[in-house]
């Protein structure tokens, strides 16, 4: 493919946008983690950020490069991608994620980062032909599958746990769980690094190949990309997003030591499977999914299906309010980078 002459300076910049991404990727979806744990008090709000923090950063050893693939090459053509296109993609991510942080709803910073690569990318060149929907297609279509799949996994687990300690009081089941719980968000926080953190590489990744600085084979991608954005996502998911943790952890249905392990073991499975699939997924969704379908498991009314309702709308919103404000921030990087 044709490189794009960029100087040094804005490339350092682009870099560093892509970082603050990451970074406010983990702080937004931090949530999705530790909202089970917290809101069960398994662990205090702090602990709880820690331990998602680290499992975050152990994915880096975890998981093999194939979501970073999808992202920086499976996504739209490379060949029509320059440094103003990530510049307008990286800043409505950036910005939808703000927006959506500020109101406390639980959106996907995945599909806000697909959302801005497609937006700025149609603008620059005026037309749908660049999406390669052999990949975007596939993003499309988990809009709906991995939460209906977070759903029947989490959904069944709490099932599981319902029949074999069926003879169990309730207090007894929850002393079982409280290690199980423990383990499941850890697990959940695997994926969430795996499947998060590789989307950032991949924008990264297709910015050092449009320099030039990189080429298509992923044993090309200098390892300080992968350390840097594991890095800043878990440093993101530290500080913690507390806006949405309150909606993840109790708005959607009150979860206990039982249902929480469900819901994070649900969400984990979920996750691992896409990411080793090369399957760029929405954490968020993914994990919302695991919470209606325990609680659902338990009791359909103990479901608040209207703010379910309210975070779907959000969901449905995301790629076209992302890419909207990617091709609005596509021209403003014309005009100073």
């Known amino acids: 493919m044709e490189h794009i002459t960029i100087s040094l300076w804005s490339l350092a910049l682009l870099i560093a946008v892509a970082l603050a991404f990451d970074f406010m990727n983990g702080f937004h979806d931090g949530a999705n983690s530790i909202s089970t744990i917290v809101a069960t ?147 959940y926080s695997l994926g969430h690094g795996g499947n998060d953190a590789q989307k950032t590489i991949g924008i990264v990744w297709l910015l050092l190949i449009t ?18 954005c594991y890095g800043a996502i878990a440093w993101g998911t530290y500080l913690g997003g507390w806006r949405i943790v309150k909606t993840m952890g109790t708005k959607i249905t009150r979860l206990n030591s039982v249902s929480g392990s469900c819901a994070s073991m649900g969400g984990a499975i979920s996750l691992g499977l896409a990411t080793l699939g090369g399957i760029p997924v929405s954490t968020t969704h993914t994990i919302t999914g695991a919470i209606v379908g325990v609680g659902a498991a338990q009791d359909v009314k103990a479901v608040r299906w209207a703010i379910t309702f309210n975070l779907v709308i959000a969901w449905v919103l995301t790629i076209p309010a992302s890419g909207l404000i990617a091709a609005f921030f596509w021209y403003v990087g014309r005009s100073f980078l």
């Open 41 to 187: 008090g398994a662990l205090t709000p702090k602990q709880a950020v820690l331990f998602a923090a680290f499992f975050n950063f152990a994915a880096l050893w975890v998981f093999e490069l194939k979501v970073a693939a999808t992202i920086g090459k499976g996504t739209v053509d490379p060949a029509l991608v320059d440094h103003f296109v990530i510049f307008g993609a990286l800043m409505g991510a950036l910005a939808w994620n703000i927006i959506t942080w500020y109101y406390g709803i639980p959106s996907s910073s995945s599909h806000a980062l697909v959302g801005g690569l497609v937006g700025a990318t149609v603008v620059k060149a005026g037309g749908l032909a660049p999406i390669v929907w052999s990949g975007f297609g596939k993003i499309l279509i988990f809009i709906i599958i991995s939460p209906l799949v977070g759903f029947l996994i989490g959904g069944l687990l709490m099932v599981l746990v319902a029949w074999v300690f069926r003879n169990r009081s309730p207090y007894q089941a929850g002393k079982w769980f409280k290690g199980g719980q423990l383990f499941a968000a850890a697990a």
């Open 211 to 228: 320099a030039g600085a990189s080429t298509t084979d992923v044993k090309t991608l200098p390892m300080w990309v992968v350390y840097a």
